[in-house]
């Protein structure tokens, strides 16, 4: 039964990327699922490639890079699913690219990126060797719910893994008392004057207690509710990081730091000797959308996913301080999205944003995104609203001056929406 699945789900995806449909990244997933719903749990039961799963709000896509990088420096063997497949369809496709005719897969190790509402249903059917947990944030409220909700679903989820190994942030209260109750866990932090604000952003997710309900008291910010917390009340506090700070940061902004810091945990738990970690560092090259640099017609185009209040927020303090002259923003409200776009408006425009800075604003609800910035009171931002997007790239790219960097945040969907423009190619 696997073998013929496993014939049509190839010849699906080799069909879907011949017709330029996409990657076939989630179809041959789905349609092996529906012909057999336990297909991945019995694909990987017998097989012996090590299997690491990368949770979180954000980050994912970019640990799962790092780690695929260094591993894959260290000569193992290592395949991920895409960027953005990351519900089971998408998990068990990729296993199925890279699985021979009779199921067999030939790697040392699999890293998939799992979306964090779906967890506790993927580890039903994938039991895995590693987990890395990076950090919980509001995002798509219209399904997901508020981030406790998770949270508690996360705890049920990994009570059931006795054999699995975690990679814990320290820092977000939430993720960090999940371990708790955990045998096998390791913590990473950071601990670094360069990166600590003064004081905490008003669109923190996660203030309160998570074991008692109480409000934290913090030490020091990193970014939203990240930092040096403690408890006064029950007595919680962070946990000690094994890990605080590496030698060398591939990547810009605090967020980034974290994803770099998770990756090299887990490849310091797999004793990848330190010299290939560095180079794998210095070499890295940031994953679609996420940092990437594209040239066109002679000019660099920057990407900064920025999907959630919390990410676009770290995009713009980062994009600040290369003092930006033109800024692309793209809001869609799709599925990949989230339906709700209110968290627009716990995104700080009037403390992270130049009023010298041309905008260019686009997508599915670029009124709304319009409104939003019109609001920011003592601020003038100089922004111009384009219903096409094409044209939107266009303009923004024509009045980028060679030796100058377009920024381009998008939400995911929107992400996607460009860099079709810009290369003729779906992604997914």
Same mark, same amino acid.
């Given at each position: 039964?696997?073998? /013929?699945?496993?014939?049509?789900?190839?010849?699906?995806?080799?069909?879907?990327?011949?017709?330029?449909?996409?990657?076939?990244?989630?179809?041959?997933?789905?349609?092996?699922?529906?012909?057999?719903?336990?297909?991945?749990?019995?694909?990987?039961?017998?097989?012996?490639?090590?299997?690491?799963?990368?949770?979180?709000?954000?980050?994912?896509?970019?640990?799962?890079?790092?780690?695929?990088?260094?591993? %894959?420096?260290?000569?193992?063997? /290592?395949?991920?699913?895409?960027?953005?497949?990351?519900?089971?369809?998408?998990?068990?496709?990729?296993?199925?690219?890279?699985?021979?005719?009779?199921?067999?897969?030939?790697?040392?190790?699999?890293?998939?990126?799992?979306?964090?509402?779906?967890?506790?249903?993927?580890?039903?059917?994938?039991?895995?060797?590693?987990?890395?947990?990076?950090?919980?944030?509001?995002?798509?409220?219209?399904?997901?719910?508020?981030?406790?909700?998770?949270?508690?679903?996360?705890?049920?989820?990994?009570?059931?893994?006795?054999?699995?190994?975690?990679?814990?942030?320290?820092?977000?209260?939430?993720?960090?008392?999940?371990?708790?109750?955990?045998?096998?866990?390791?913590?990473?932090?950071?601990?670094?004057?360069?990166?600590?604000?003064?004081?905490?952003?008003?669109?923190?997710?996660?203030?309160?207690?998570?074991?008692?309900?109480?409000?934290?008291?913090?030490?020091?910010?990193?970014?939203?509710?990240?930092?040096?917390?403690?408890?006064?009340?029950?007595?919680?506090?962070?946990?000690?990081?094994?890990?605080?700070?590496?030698?060398?940061?591939?990547?810009?902004?605090?967020?980034?730091?974290?994803?770099?810091?998770?990756?090299?945990?887990?490849?310091?738990?797999?004793?990848?000797?330190?010299?290939?970690?560095?180079?794998?560092?210095?070499?890295?090259?940031?994953?679609? %959308?996420?940092?990437?640099?594209?040239?066109?017609?002679?000019?660099?185009?920057?990407?900064?996913?920025?999907?959630?209040? &919390?990410?676009?927020?770290?995009?713009?303090?980062?994009?600040?301080?290369?003092?930006?002259?033109?800024?692309?923003?793209?809001?869609?409200?799709?599925?990949?999205?989230?339906?709700?776009?209110?968290?627009?408006?716990?995104?700080?425009?009037?403390?992270?944003?130049?009023?010298? &800075?041309?905008?260019?604003?686009?997508?599915?609800?670029?009124?709304?995104?319009?409104?939003?910035?019109?609001?920011?009171?003592?601020?003038?931002?100089?922004?111009?609203?384009?219903?096409?997007?094409?044209?939107?790239?266009?303009?923004?790219?024509?009045?980028?001056?060679?030796?100058?960097?377009?920024?381009?945040?998008?939400?995911?969907?929107?992400?996607?929406?460009?860099?079709?423009?810009?290369?003729?190619?779906?992604?997914?």
């Amino acid at each position: 039964m696997n073998f /013929v699945i496993l014939i049509i789900a190839k010849l699906i995806s080799k069909i879907s990327t011949l017709l330029n449909l996409g990657h076939g990244s989630t179809w041959p997933g789905h349609i092996a699922l529906k012909l057999k719903n336990n297909f991945t749990r019995d694909i990987l039961q017998n097989s012996k490639t090590k299997i690491i799963l990368i949770t979180g709000t954000n980050g994912k896509t970019t640990t799962a890079k790092l780690l695929q990088t260094i591993l %894959g420096n260290s000569g193992k063997k /290592v395949f991920l699913n895409s960027s953005g497949a990351n519900l089971l369809n998408g998990i068990t496709s990729s296993i199925i690219l890279k699985s021979d005719l009779l199921g067999n897969l030939h790697s040392d190790y699999a890293i998939f990126e799992v979306d964090e509402n779906a967890l506790p249903q993927i580890v039903k059917d994938i039991s895995p060797n590693f987990i890395i947990a990076l950090n919980l944030f509001r995002d798509q409220l219209d399904r997901y719910g508020e981030i406790d909700t998770i949270a508690r679903r996360w705890k049920e989820a990994y009570r059931k893994l006795n054999h699995t190994i975690f990679v814990i942030n320290a820092d977000d209260p939430q993720v960090a008392f999940l371990g708790q109750e955990l045998k096998n866990v390791h913590y990473f932090g950071l601990n670094n004057q360069k990166f600590e604000q003064k004081n905490q952003q008003h669109a923190s997710d996660s203030i309160l207690c998570p074991k008692c309900g109480s409000k934290l008291e913090y030490e020091t910010f990193y970014f939203s509710h990240l930092g040096k917390w403690k408890c006064a009340k029950c007595g919680l506090k962070r946990p000690i990081p094994e890990l605080l700070k590496i030698d060398h940061y591939p990547l810009l902004g605090t967020y980034a730091v974290y994803d770099i810091l998770a990756a090299v945990q887990l490849a310091r738990l797999l004793k990848i000797p330190q010299e290939i970690i560095t180079r794998s560092l210095i070499n890295f090259k940031p994953a679609f %959308g996420r940092q990437e640099i594209m040239n066109v017609n002679g000019k660099n185009i920057q990407f900064f996913l920025s999907k959630n209040p &919390t990410s676009f927020n770290e995009s713009l303090r980062t994009i600040y301080e290369l003092n930006p002259k033109q800024m692309l923003l793209v809001l869609n409200d799709r599925i990949p999205d989230g339906t709700d776009v209110s968290w627009i408006w716990d995104i700080d425009f009037e403390t992270l944003l130049d009023t010298d &800075t041309k905008l260019y604003l686009a997508g599915d609800r670029v009124y709304d995104l319009s409104l939003r910035i019109s609001y920011s009171d003592s601020h003038r931002f100089n922004f111009k609203i384009f219903e096409n997007l094409r044209s939107a790239i266009g303009e923004s790219l024509k009045n980028t001056k060679p030796n100058n960097t377009l920024y381009v945040l998008p939400t995911y969907s929107a992400m996607l929406d460009i860099r079709k423009v810009l290369t003729g190619k779906k992604i997914l």
